[in-house]
């Protein structure tokens, strides 16, 4: 796998670049970051292979941080990714990789991936499934995303993803997957469509072992690497927020792409998607009180406006925004946000905001 790190001052150009890699199935990404000082203190501790970097950044722009990474990790492969093309010349005479123009086209960047993994003699981990559950579920091999025969087929991994290594009864399964077949049909269905699951993945070149015993199935989840799995395992363990752990909650946001198995019409996730959903915004409001307390306004009014924009009605995520936006002394863009919150609450639920957020806008 290719050991990068993502920098620009743009959360959403961060998040894009971040899910692009992840979905390539050959890319482990290290960091995430909006500040250019914290992705070279990084750096100075901890081993690269690439680093996909903005150019135009305060502080330390793209070329002056490039610099200083290869005085540090003479290996590293370096890719700028701007949405301007007359930088080019200066890229490469800094001996960069490869210059990708925003928005990146995914083709154009498998081609940059292969290069690299060719250049630096990377290998990949064909027994490793990247499995992507926020939003919609996608199943992604260093070869590429792997297409079922049929959507039961990919519901059945789903499900057994779910699990995390759990033993699920098989009639269970039939319960949730097949509610309306008993029977023969039922455990039919089961067996053909736990065929064509392992068909797809063995087409791919990859062998996930789906144990069976006494009636119930398993899949290994020490063969996957799944965000899900990832984000809950994190955010079930917190620790605080400070200086040191910061990055890593930052990386935990970001996977957060969209509601768990939200692209998909899958009625069983409902709890699991509520309880996720829930987990997210606190940990975004977290977050948020972190960077207010070092003096990080516009990196809080960043991240709550992703929040935002996964659940526009959020009563907190809605008033901590507003108060960031008075706190730097923003009282139109403060303003703009309650209007529309305001507006919206009213058409959707019929409620006015509560009285706490009235009173931070009198």
Known sequence: MI????VDDERPSVDKMAKLLGDSGVVDIKGRFLNPLEALEYVKKMKIDTAFLDIEM????GFQLANHILELQGWTAIVFVTAYNEYAVEAFRINALDYLLKPVNKKRLRETLDRIRKEKKIGLNPSRLQVRCFSKFKVITGSGEVK???SKAEELLAYLIEGRGAQINRDEIIDRLWPDYDGDRAVANFNTTLYYVRKALLQKGIRVPIEHSRGCYRLDATSVDCDYHKFLSLVSAPRLIN???ISDYEEIAA???GDYLGGNQYQW???SRMLLRDKYVQLLLDMAEYYKSAGKHSQAVELLKT???HEPLHTDLNYTLVETLMMLKKRIAAVKYYDAYK???KKELGLEPDVKLKKLMA
Do not use: M, N, S
């Not at 050991?3 to 993502?6: E, G």
């Not at 305060?58 to 722009?61: A, I, Q, S, V």
């Open 255 to 257: 996977l957060y792409q």
């Open 269 to 271: 996730p409902e709890r």
């Open 343 to 345: 507006r919206e609450l």
């Open 243 to 245: 200086d040191i752990t």
């Open 58 to 61: 305060p502080e330390l722009d």
């Open 307 to 309: 929040g935002l924009g």
């Open 148 to 150: 079922f025969r049929t």
């Open 3 to 6: 050991r990068a790190i993502v």
